[in-house]
């Protein structure tokens, strides 16, 4: 186990950002830690990262407390915060071989650790620049770089691939799975593409409290209770008196020609019955499958008009 949170609650004056929050992240899970603006993301990821003090609760970073053991969890976790502060007048090998020299790495190992780092996150190209002369892209891959500089067993990203270009974000994403076989990684973004792309688990947060917390293809195969939505499509037409004369439709909805999409009670299977309106009217039903919800979808539908 490398987090685990239990009952954490964060106050700014009378306004509660985080509300009683617990969960736990593996070694070796990627999980995406969702949630509107003002949710709580960065809250929990600060206090994760010791820059912030909890109310109430406690949290540990491989089994140590993170209130009394400050000093060892830094050690243990690399952080790329959102708004990545950085040096502007400071070369980027001169910026990361400070980072190392914070985290005490001997100085010959530091330099190797540098151009291990500069190679990783792609920033040969621009090796010799002020980090004030870099692109928001080039400026978020050293942040990322410092985050990884000291081999930390526990990964925590605020928006990693900000201001990436779409080959960018692709290597970041590559380099980010790459690390979540053998590291924790927890990560903020409003991409849901990105989430669904490298995370194996989503914790949706809203108002403060956790609303949803599950591996992508459960939350993905989420239904409204009782219902099952199904896209059928014919070779010909078929009217919407035909279909809503089925036993159990509750609504259907025309997608472009011969396509629909249909919602039935989960206690009838209209499949057969489907199948069985194409024969008598001498047509073959070219596609039928049952509708996933999308994460965007999920992610609307537990914090849209809560906030």
């Known amino acids: 186990m490398s987090i685990r949170v239990a009952g954490i609650t964060k106050l700014y004056g009378q306004q509660k950002a985080l509300d009683n929050v617990s969960f736990t992240i593996n070694t070796g899970e990627i999980t995406g830690f969702l949630g509107p603006n003002g949710a709580g993301k960065s809250t929990m990821m600060k206090i994760l990262t010791g820059f912030i003090p909890p109310n109430e609760g406690s949290a540990f970073i491989n089994d140590l407390d993170i209130l009394q053991n400050g000093i060892e969890t830094r050690r243990l976790t690399g952080y790329l915060p959102e708004n990545n502060p950085l040096y502007p007048d400071m070369y980027i090998r001169e910026y990361l071989l400070y980072v190392a020299r914070l985290y005490k790495i ?5 330099k190797k650790k540098v151009e291990e780092m500069i190679e990783r996150t792609g920033l040969l190209p621009e090796h010799q620049k002020k980090i004030g002369a870099l692109s928001k892209g080039y400026r978020q891959r050293v942040g990322l770089a410092q985050a990884l500089i000291h081999d930390p067993e526990v990964l925590i990203l605020d928006e990693p691939t900000s201001g990436l270009d779409p080959n960018q974000i692709v290597e970041i994403r590559s380099l980010i799975s790459d690390l979540g076989k053998k590291k924790t990684v927890m990560l903020s973004t409003h991409i849901m593409q990105e989430v669904e792309s490298i995370c194996n688990r989503v914790i949706i947060i809203n108002e403060g409290r956790i609303v949803e917390d599950g591996a992508i ?9 009782g219902v099952e939505t199904i896209i059928v499509e014919f070779s010909d037409k078929v009217s919407r008196t035909d279909i809503e004369a089925i036993q159990g439709i509750i609504k259907i909805h025309g ?11 989960t206690t009838s299977d209209i499949r057969p019955v489907l199948f069985n309106l194409a024969v008598k009217k001498g047509i073959t039903v070219l596609s039928m499958q049952k509708k996933e919800k999308t994460l965007e979808e999920v992610f609307q539908e537990l914090t849209v008009n809560k906030s």
Do not use: G, H, V, Y
Request: glycine residues 0%; without cysteine; proline residues 4%.
């Open 217 to 225: 293809d459960k939350l993905q195969s989420r239904k409204e209770t």
């Open 106 to 110: 001997p100085a010959a190992l530091a």
């Open 255 to 265: 997608l472009k020609d011969n396509q629909w999409l249909i919602q039935s009670q």
